[in-house]
């Protein structure tokens, strides 16, 4: 039998999909699962100045790939001003909402002038004032009285209504304010537990007696998550930090690694453990485990996560993955031949990227007809070393020579060279790897060199010895 558990995740189009978002649709969602209840997806559409289309969409598909389904929805505030509006004419009529057409200066000398907080007369001298073009909805605030918000994570939170203003609830343009909206939304959706961000805990109040004065009997159980913060411990900001899930996907995340991250951010299922399946997520995750602190979001931990998860991939989900990623570069085509290539030398990329985005660049030398070493390589890595320019030449020779071109005959006969010159294999591998990659770190060097191939193996090398003023003869 389903459970009467119902939850909602209600994000505004107005940017990219935030990651605090998406941990909060992921803790809605996990406990809608562990009580087989419903996890209703509203989107909050009111402001036409700020939402776009495109940003809808965004967050449709953030959500789908990280495997966050939706029940119910997506329902859309903008097709819903009827059952605002009839909310709207309940509070005129029954005496707890009025018109008021007061200025911001007006508002604040008044608050001046009596030297504290609004009050019940903070906002208007009389409250029956006519609706004018200029006029906003304000919900009456009762008072004297106090409010207390019964939080999951946070404990009882009292506010007492001295320190309330008389709220807007409809703008002057007859547009309805996300808190009215939410209520309304709410009591018809029949949720029955609101669990969101800590920002929205100064509104619970407003919203708490909204529902009252609309005749809710029993309220939804509230809890608010706690903020995300940057290593600096300050909220995570759009303009600062990176923040949009997007941008992870771009970068070669899976879904699978980052949805185990943000399920760390602020609860532990107890313990060392922190890698699970989403099956352990939904019977472990506890609302009432969850810390009221702020949270670190470290990308860097995250991209370990996202490391490991690459590595428990097989060999075929782990091409599979870095397709998408390939196919940006102008040097893939992803002909039979490239992709027999690619298949080859994925297990050896697969063990060293911690993000999908990095293989094209560990495997771009395969496929390019010729490579750039950069300047800063080239000083550093070729020019440096004196022993680099013989190196160069004298591996050449003995590649030239090798009978078979494989990473064992590769390998084998490197190393009787570094014995030769009494140096370390590292030391001989350097110049090498930079020569042929164009780059100081990749896939084992040998095997590496045998998928190249040999001719272009010895062009590369002469290209190299060119480059630090080896003469061919």
Known sequence: MKSTLRVRFAPSPTGYFHVGGARTALYNWLIARKAGGSFVLRIEDTD????AEEWVEGILSALTWLGISWDEGPYRQSERSELYARAVARLIDEGNAYWCGCTRDEIDQRVKERGGPPGYDGYCRNRNNPRTPDSALRFKIPRPGQTVVHDKIRGDVVFDHENLDDFII????????FVLANVVDDMDMKISYILRAEEHLPTTPKAILLFQALGMEELPVFAHVPVLVNAKRQKLSKRRDRVAVEDYREMGYLASAMVNYLVLLGWSPGGDREFMTIEEMIELFDIDQVNHSPAFFDEKKMQHFNGVYIRELSAD????YCLPFLEKNDWWQGSVKQLEVFSKIAPLVQERV???SEASGMVGFLFQSDIEISSDLADSVLRKDPKSAQIISDISEIYLNLSEFKA???HDATRRYCDSIDTPLRKVQAPIRVA???SKVGPPLFESIELLGKKATLQRLVSAGELIGIRNT
Not at 48 to 51: I, P
Not at 170 to 177: A, D, W
């Open 354 to 356: 911690s993000l999908l």
């Open 408 to 410: 064992e005959q590769l």
């Open 170 to 177: 409809v703008k002057s343009n007859g547009s309805p304010l």
């Open 436 to 438: 042929l990659t164009g």
């Open 48 to 51: 036409e100045a700020r939402n």
């Open 317 to 320: 989900e782990f091409v599979n």
